[in-house]
């Protein structure tokens, strides 16, 4: 049987963090109402000319740099001419045969190999408005998000040699991932897929195994989280070889993920080709950018994820998936390595950080950079573990309590009074009371039944109000038992 | 190179003119002549010329990413031939 092999690429558009539109001055935002964040320029009226966002070129280059490419000493827009009501000049200011970033890459380690995922192209354009369908044969359109400005990232089918291509859901998956952190960490953008500000349409083909050429391709739509492009191009690879192996052919088209019923539906397909007649844009000049410049942009480039990863690993000796763990968005990466930097127990810090502190975060909603808590808090805490004033599990309780309040955590310990018992007296005491009130467990115990020792422990701790240290406890009861 | 009615019927498609087929064959001629008149251009010896998608010397006009008022939300809509809730309407179309 024919063995097949597939061809992924991923067209990834990204919505940048300016305060205003690409080629006017409307602010950039999310939601509000309809129709008032537009003006001349991005309703396309006449005579209204398009002025570039300086700062938009420069997120933009840093991102190309950070993702590896060689950024053109010059570039220019193009017209691409299609009409569609979401568009109100009936073309969009793109970039063509002459984009501002080129061959770059993104590693990713999905399923433990390592790989560079070929970048073609980094570009810059504008978005499209928004069309809200209504009932019946109308729909409403909404300029506000006309002329945003857009950044498309586009990967490299076949790759040039020394890089890779992506093959599997997973992979797919994993390149849109760290390509969301790589933007997170360098504050280009807030990549939030639910609110649209990256949209990811990859486009997939399989072929049989070995064969240069490439099979048919289809894209995919509407794919609003990573779940839903691992499940959309993982249906779409065995939809297709189910085709070739009926003996069918794969049509090219554009289909639909449909996350309700987890499938991909063809939408209409094209009657025409589209055919965008690109020409470059007459209403902006050529930008030429030369070696400062970029040698500046360069510079600004924070530590990247991997960067910070193997450096977690490496400084503070953690294990790959705490580090991965950590260095998931920038702010918490920031707040562990403060900590880290603070304490003599980086790996300790570590598991209080990824257990305790990411449990109370998302249970509580509250966003890393907001919290209360400063290294101070964290090691002041396991100072108080380390020389024995509070065990771990009243370390757990003044854990919360510094969450929610923002106290110290001695203030805590001396106000509740959570000092832990180490006094063999009272331990002792609490240990007699617990045996001479469960003597039916006693009997058990002596009988065999040792599991029972857990139950005593948590007795005596109750008994002790948590405060008792665990291994006297232990101890103790251990030869009173055995008596 | 002559532009076939067929040429004409595809280009009138992509800027959605709608024309008669007496327009067509007429549209035919006029575009054939009009492209006879840029075939002179050919003559010229650009030998020596770098190719240039602009014609002025000037680079690099950029604006500050300050963020200004924009239109009232009705003066926006005040050109639609036919609005609702402060939105254009347009029939629905399948994306293509
Ligand atoms: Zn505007």
Redesign the pocket.
């Known amino acids: 049987m024919v063995e097949y092999e597939p061809v992924i690429g991923m067209e990834v558009h990204v919505e940048l963090q300016t305060q205003s539109?690409m080629?006017?001055?409307?602010k950039v935002e999310f939601g509000g109402e309809p129709n008032t964040?537009?003006?001349?320029?991005?309703?396309g009226l006449p005579g209204s000319l398009p002025v570039v966002n300086k700062r938009a070129i420069e997120l933009m280059t840093k991102t190309a740099l950070a993702l590896n490419c060689s950024i053109a000493s010059q570039s220019i827009f193009h017209r691409k001419n299609y009409y569609y009501p979401d568009l109100p000049k009936n073309y969009q200011i793109s970039q063509y045969d002459n984009p501002l970033g080129s061959n770059g890459y993104v590693e990713i380690s999905a399923g433990g190999r390592h790989k560079k995922i070929a970048i073609r192209r980094v570009h810059m354009e504008e978005d499209a408005g928004k069309l809200l369908h209504q009932e019946g044969n109308k729909s409403h359109v909404d300029y506000n998000r006309?002329?945003v400005p857009l950044m498309e990232i586009v990967t490299m089918n076949p790759p040039p040699p020394g890089l890779d291509q992506i093959e599997s859901a997973e992979e797919a998956r994993e390149y849109l991932q760290r390509l969301r952190q790589i933007l997170l960490y360098l504050g280009v953008s807030d990549v939030k897929m639910e609110e649209g500000s990256m949209r990811c349409e990859p486009n997939i083909s399989i072929k049989p195994k070995g064969q240069v050429e490439f099979g048919t391709k289809t894209e995919i739509k509407n794919l609003n989280s990573f779940r839903a492009v691992y499940m959309g191009v993982e249906y779409e690879l065995k939809r297709q070889e189910k085709v070739l192996r009926a003996g069918g052919r794969v049509v090219q088209e554009t289909r639909r993920w449909d996350d309700s019923r987890s499938v991909t539906a063809s939408m209409r397909s094209k009657e025409v080709e589209q055919e965008y007649r690109y020409f470059p844009e007459p209403d902006l000049v050529p930008m030429i950018f030369n070696d400062e410049w970029i040698d500046e942009l360069h510079s600004t480039i924070p530590e990247l994820p991997l960067e910070k990863i193997n450096r977690f690993i490496e400084s503070y000796s953690l294990p790959q998936a705490d580090a991965e763990v950590l260095a998931d968005t920038p702010e918490l990466a920031d707040f562990y390595d403060n900590c880290a930097k603070c304490s003599k127990d980086p790996k300790a810090v570590a598991n209080w950080v990824t257990g305790e502190f990411l449990r109370l975060i998302n249970a509580t909603g509250t966003p890393v950079d907001a919290t209360k808590l400063t290294p101070e808090h964290i090691c002041s805490l396991l100072d108080l573990i380390d020389k024995g004033t509070i065990n771990r599990n009243i370390a757990k309780t003044v854990f919360e309590e510094m969450f929610n309040s923002g106290k110290l955590p001695a203030d805590i310990v001396k106000e509740k009074s959570l000092e832990q018992v180490t006094d063999t007296g009272a331990i002792e005491a609490a240990v007699d009371k617990v045996i001479a009130a469960h003597s039916a467990e006693v009997d058990r115990f002596r009988a065999g039944e040792e599991k029972l020792i857990g139950f005593f422990v948590g007795q005596v701790m109750r008994e002790s109000k948590g405060k008792a240290n665990p291994g006297v406890v232990n101890k103790l009861l251990k030869s009173k038992l055995a008596g | 190179m002559r532009l076939s009615k067929e040429d004409i019927e595809s280009v009138a498609y992509l800027s959605r003119l709608e024309l008669a087929e007496e327009e067509k064959e007429k549209l035919t001629g006029h575009i054939n002549r009009l492209l006879d008149n840029f075939q002179m251009l050919q003559e010229i010896d650009t030998q020596d010329v770098e190719p240039t998608s602009h014609v002025i010397p000037v680079f690099n006009v950029f604006r500050e990413d300050v963020a200004r008022p924009?239109l009232p939300a009705d003066e926006v809509i005040s050109n639609g031939p036919q609005v609702d809730e402060h939105c254009f309407v347009v029939p629905k179309v399948v994306e293509t």
Do not use: N, Q
């Open positions: 539109k080629f006017c001055g409307c964040r537009c003006c001349p320029v991005c309703l006309s002329g | 924009s």
